[in-house]
């Protein structure tokens, strides 16, 4: 008989959380929209008492997601629940998330209380959260390097307390899929009341082993599993969403277990997430890479000719990966591209469907031959991603090589259109001095980058720009025929991510 596994994303919490992934509420209400097509489990919106970006995230995401759990961080402070539930309330089906570390180095040198103080803590916690909501979590922060008797004493306790799953976090990504199958089974094992809860975990991947553990952990009797898309969270990152999916799904015949997930929505879930956050996915990542399909050598291609199983144990097509190549041209029609839309997973309403189509027509005007990527490029790039402070709404360029570049810059901000004139070493260098001049902006830049997205000296430039300010670090992409102006964009898509985190600043008292 095959088992369903729970899948909880951390996306939007653990993944957000972790520098240059930041996103605004708007981006974050996208991403859930996208999950909950994924058919996810559960969403954890966010820390609601991190920052008031997460608050109202984690409140917008409970009052427009309806079928998957939304779930919302807490510590075992009081007001750390009461603020999650202040958001969490609208959900169809909440889960309120509480967390305390229970390893010895934690007790020792970050939290400074004893074993009992942290026990009494946590079923103080869960026995407030109860009084909210049925459905919550207890998470044990550095479970792997936690005394095994003293976990399962904590884990005891909780249960009775009322929590209905228990979280066994390898926090810090130490252990090794042997040890933390062991762990998993021992907690069945010696957790007298276990049956009332359903076991839960969550790896990281500091040695590469989140995916390989979580499937250890699995075999061993976890039921829901913790994991972000594109594998993304603090350090080294989350096990990855679609790699374990995918590994339960590919070999359901060894784990005698899958999920609910709609695999074919996996690839238009990890691009819209690494476009809204600019955060691109390396090109040899299992499952959602460029490469990842990809057959290269000579033997293999003619093996693949031959019989697609000789070198592909799942087919591009079970993830969402289009197999057409040439979509559309100058002189194909609003419905067309609309069909074209929807074969590529975006349903855009009336208004978003007439600005996409605007851009198309001008880039079919540039380019004989539109593709699947130039049109997601244009949907990420004018309806996915939400300027909040800037906008870029002009921009002329003067260069070559006998002339000083020079840029002149129209952004709107705050309703008002400011103008600019800047003069650099080269265009993009002149276009930035000209937005930063109207920006105030001090941030530095850290990273600058240009690729083409699809063959040609017409094809469409994406720029990822990556600037940091005070310590904070943050990324901006565009993307255009014209480089400079693919530049401008995502140096304003950078600033406005900069402007977000200023005033949602993330403050864990
Ligand atoms: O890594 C961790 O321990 C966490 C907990 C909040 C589950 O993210
Ligand atoms: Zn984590």
Not at 149 to 176: F, K, M, Q, S, W
Not at 320 to 343: C, D, I, N, P, Y
Request: glycine share 8%; net charge negative.
């Amino acid at each position: 008989m095959t088992e369903i596994i729970g899948i909880f994303d951390t996306t939007l919490r653990d993944g957000e959380q972790s520098p240059g992934f930041s996103m605004n509420v708007a981006e974050k209400l996208r991403v859930a929209e996208q999950l909950e097509k994924l058919n996810v489990d559960i969403i954890e919106a966010g820390f609601p008492i991190s920052s008031e970006g997460d608050f109202v995230a984690v409140r917008e995401i409970a009052k427009n997601i309806r079928k998957p759990q939304i779930a919302g961080l807490a510590r075992t402070e009081i007001q750390d629940i009461d603020r999650a539930w202040e958001a969490l309330q609208y959900a169809h089906n909440p889960l309120i998330h509480i967390v305390i570390a229970t390893s010895d180095i934690h007790l020792k040198y970050k939290l400074m209380k004893s074993k009992e103080e942290v026990l009494d803590a946590a079923v103080k916690a869960v026995k407030h959260a109860k009084g909210y909501t049925t459905n919550v979590e207890f998470s044990a922060e550095d479970a792997t390097r936690s005394d095994v008797e003293y976990l399962c004493r904590i884990l005891e306790a909780v249960i009775d307390a009322g929590a209905t799953t228990i979280n066994i976090p390898d926090t810090v990504g130490y252990a090794i899929p042997e040890e933390f199958g062991s762990l998993i089974k021992h907690i069945r094992e010696r957790v007298p009341n276990i049956d009332k809860a359903c076991i839960s975990i969550h790896c990281h991947n500091d040695l590469g082993l989140a995916v390989a553990n979580t499937l250890a952990g699995i075999k061993n009797g976890a039921r829901k599993v913790e994991c972000a898309i594109n594998g993304i969270g603090e350090r080294a990152g989350n096990a990855s969403l679609e790699e374990i999916v995918m590994a339960l799904r590919t070999r359901k015949d060894f784990h005698k277990c899958d999920t609910n997930i709609r695999t074919e929505h996996i690839y238009n879930t990890s691009r819209l997430l690494a476009h809204i956050t600019g955060v691109p996915v390396q090109p040899n990542k299992a499952i959602v890479g460029s490469n990842a399909f990809a057959h290269e050598s000579g033997i293999h291609q003619d093996g693949v000719l031959k019989e697609k199983t000789t070198y592909e144990i799942m087919t591009p097509e079970s993830i969402g990966v289009s197999q057409s190549t040439l979509v559309l041209g100058k002189h194909s029609g609003r419905h067309a591209f609309r069909e074209r839309l929807r074969q590529i997973g975006y349903e855009l309403s009336e208004g978003n469907l007439n600005l996409a189509f605007k851009r198309f027509k001008k880039l079919a005007d540039k380019k004989k031959t539109v593709f699947d990527a130039d049109i997601e490029a244009i949907i990420i790039d004018e309806i996915l991603r939400i300027p909040d402070t800037y906008k870029l709404i002009y921009l002329n360029v003067i260069s070559g090589s006998v002339t000083v570049p020079v840029a002149t810059v129209q952004i709107e901000v705050g309703g008002e259109i400011v103008q600019e004139a800047g003069f650099g070493g080269g265009p993009v260098d002149a276009t930035f001095k000209a937005i930063s001049k109207i920006t105030g902006t001090e941030s530095k830049l850290a990273r600058y980058s240009v690729n083409s997205i699809t063959g040609g000296t017409d094809a469409l430039g994406e720029v990822t720009v990556r600037l940091e300010e005070n310590g904070v670090q943050v990324t901006g992409q565009g993307a255009d025929t014209d480089i400079i102006m693919a530049s401008a964009k995502a140096f304003v898509n950078a600033l406005n991510r900069l402007e977000y985190r200023k005033k949602h600043p993330i403050v864990i008292q």
